[in-house]
């Protein structure tokens, strides 16, 4: 079956302006993740769903930064304002119930 | 707050010796811990996961080991290969998210 796809793989923007990322976790999974590596931080938890509960938002870093998931399947990670600080490469993984992590090929985030 | 640890951040080894690579963590509240790999510019990719009460698994020629009470976990590549050069990563569960450690970047040379 297919694995966790993101989309794009490569967004340019510039600063400012408002980028959306998108995830689809593997079908039948209900637990999804956000995380964001960059060269200066690793790999940092962002945001993490699970079924209808509400989302633990713990891992953001600021209120630009918001996620949603609709229908329990995809999910967008919305970024406004964008700054140079944020860019980084965003990868989502899904699991089910919460064990093994499987991840994107994530998308690859440039702010000019 | 849990942090995860792993030396050495590079490793360069001759092709078919074995590469033992280490990862520690300071909180053994663990629910379980991972292991991936990373090819640049690519995502992870799932190696091996041991549950809290494991002590290790195997998986071809990868063992990974963990014991809580030292907050440690090793994995061991066993007769290396040009192809296992990556970075390698170990991240720790507990709750709903991943604490990773930095990686450890592999270079098999032939």
């Known amino acids: 079956g297919a694995g966790v796809s993101q989309s794009p793989s490569n967004k340019v923007t510039e600063k400012g302006k408002d980028v959306e990322l998108r995830c689809d976790p593997i079908s039948g999974h209900t637990a999804l993740y956000w995380y964001r590596q960059s060269l200066g931080q690793g790999l940092e938890f962002l945001i993490y769903f699970q079924g209808n509960s509400a989302p633990d938002k713990s891992g953001l870093p600021s209120d630009r930064f918001s996620a949603e998931r609709t229908g329990g399947s995809v999910s967008t990670l919305t970024i406004q304002r964008t700054q140079q600080e944020d860019s980084a490469v965003y990868l989502c993984a899904s699991s089910l119930d919460a064990r093994e992590q499987f991840f994107g090929p994530g998308t690859r985030l440039t702010v000019l | 707050k849990q942090e995860v640890t792993q030396i050495p951040a590079a490793l360069s080894v001759p092709e078919g010796e074995n590469l033992v690579l280490n990862c520690s963590f300071t909180d053994s509240a663990i629910y379980n811990l991972q292991w991936f790999r990373q090819d640049p510019g690519k995502g992870l990719t799932s190696l091996l996961l041991?549950?809290?009460?494991?002590r290790e698994q195997t998986s071809g020629r990868l063992n990974a080991s963990l014991d809580k009470s030292s907050g440690r976990s090793t994995l061991y590549i066993a007769a290396s290969q040009p192809g296992d050069s990556a970075t390698y990563l170990c991240a720790s569960a507990a709750g709903n998210k991943l604490t990773f450690g930095g990686g450890t970047r592999v270079l098999v040379k032939p």
């Open positions: 041991i549950q809290s009460s494991q």
